[in-house]
């Protein structure tokens, strides 16, 4: 089908989805889209927190394109312009997602279940280019019953924000978490904000030592300075003696000042709080004043057996604890889910769980820069996949590393356009 437009199914419309959308369209080619919830949701839910980034690194150029050409009139932030994750979503997320549903098929509330060959199983034609030739079968869930649709090229753009990481030493959960998991905070509260009464006046425990560990740490700092019997114990895997490792020479001002801050904290913390490195979360049960609900907004009372490793000579054994908290927050990362694409083939690495072309190339990368702006940039090659025009784009490609921008992310729909614009069509 050398020459014909492609059939191209995205999975996702976050920044990426929908930036591969608008390429998918410049280049004639038949787009639908599959949206678990709403286009951008997940910014959402981290909506009150800042990126890094200025909007010019957040824009993709194929959407700065479609928008130019269908909404004319929008006027769209500087490029310097430091925006909420909400902000940018309402003003750049949105505008798109309507533009890009304007000339292509965008599935909302729609679960993408599972993507297969329409004939071939997983183990036939192990590697080999004919594979292609078999259209892919796209599996998902809309309105409470399960269709299907063909597709020569799909693109997996869902990101890794609906998998956390578990709190569990290992990597694995801790006793009694996945029972208590519809309680614990995955992802980033707001603190400030939405979320001020569910903190104001508790003891919060706080997992993680990255920038979101970070956001969270001076936010319930500056809520216990504001409200009394507020306070928190951060605590994280890492030992050393500060919970976030800058950047070298950060050019990335925002970044720099939170690290700071966030480290001033660990350091000084405000009465009753506290942080603690080298700590394994154990077990955790319901404490004494635990409530019956399953509503996260309940008053939650946790007991939780943390390990601490012990400092000094004696490194023998660790120190058992165990501690009530009211609240738990988890900021500990996310992972892919690879159930999507079990039944193609996918060489995945062993350590990060994301493709291993771009795995391999990225732990070479990463090894001498933990900057990830100088961390990206692979070429099109690296996106490749055993399975003929399946790719993995986003965050979700870099599996468990966290060195992602979405400047990467519109640089991998670019170079995966590269691949398939000389057929426009499945590759034969």
């Not at 839910?45 to 800042?50: D, I, K, S």
Request: net charge negative; aromatic share 6%; proline share 7%.
């Amino acid at each position: 089908m050398s020459g014909k437009p492609a059939r191209v199914v995205i999975l996702g419309a976050g920044p990426i989805g929908l930036e591969a959308a608008a390429r998918a369209l410049e280049d004639g080619h038949e787009v639908t889209v599959v949206e678990r919830g709403q286009p951008g949701a997940h910014l959402d839910a981290w909506g009150h927190v800042h990126l890094f980034t200025p909007f010019g690194m957040n824009a993709g150029e194929a959407g700065l394109r479609a928008l130019a050409a269908s909404r004319p009139e929008l006027i769209l932030p500087k490029p310097e312009a430091m925006l909420s994750g909400r902000v940018f979503r309402e003003v750049y997320l949105l505008p798109l997602a309507a533009s890009v549903g304007a000339r292509a098929t965008l599935f909302t509330d729609t679960t993408a279940l599972a993507v297969s060959r329409t004939t071939l199983l997983k183990n036939e034609l192990p590697g080999r280019p004919e594979r292609a030739a078999d259209p892919f079968r796209v599996l998902y869930l809309r309105s409470g019953e399960e269709h299907e649709l063909e597709a020569d090229v799909v693109l997996d753009c869902t990101g890794t924000y609906g998998c956390h990481n578990w709190l569990g030493s290992g990597g694995a959960p801790a006793r009694g978490e996945r029972g208590l998991s519809a309680h614990i905070d995955y992802s980033i509260p707001d603190v400030l904000g939405a979320d001020r009464a569910r903190f104001a006046g508790r003891r919060t425990l706080l997992v993680g030592g990255g920038h979101s560990a970070a956001t969270t740490a001076i936010a319930l700092a500056e809520l216990a300075e504001r409200e009394a019997g507020t306070s928190f114990l951060w605590v994280s895997r890492q030992d050393g003696a500060r919970p976030v490792t800058p950047v070298p020479d950060d050019s990335l001002t925002a970044r720099a000042r939170l690290t700071e801050r966030a480290n001033t904290i660990a350091a000084a913390p405000p009465p009753g709080s506290g942080w603690r490195p080298a700590a394994q979360i154990v077990a955790m049960e319901r404490g004494p004043e635990a409530t019956g609900s399953d509503d996260r907004d309940s008053k939650a009372s946790f007991a939780v057996t943390i390990h601490f490793e012990p400092r000094g000579i004696d490194r023998r054994s660790p120190v058992v604890e165990v501690l009530g908290f009211d609240r738990v927050v988890a900021n500990i990362g996310y992972e892919p889910d690879d159930s999507l694409y079990r039944q193609l083939q996918v060489h995945e690495c062993y350590a990060s769980r994301g493709p291993m072309k771009l795995s391999a190339a990225l732990l070479g990368a990463t090894a001498e820069s933990a900057d990830c702006l100088t961390v990206g940039g692979f070429g099109p090659d690296v996106l490749e996949n055993p399975e003929p025009n399946f790719f993995i784009l986003g965050i979700k490609s870099y599996g468990k590393n966290p060195a992602f921008l979405l400047r990467t992310g519109y640089e991998q729909v670019r170079d995966a356009f590269t691949i398939l614009r000389p057929t426009r069509g499945a590759r034969v």
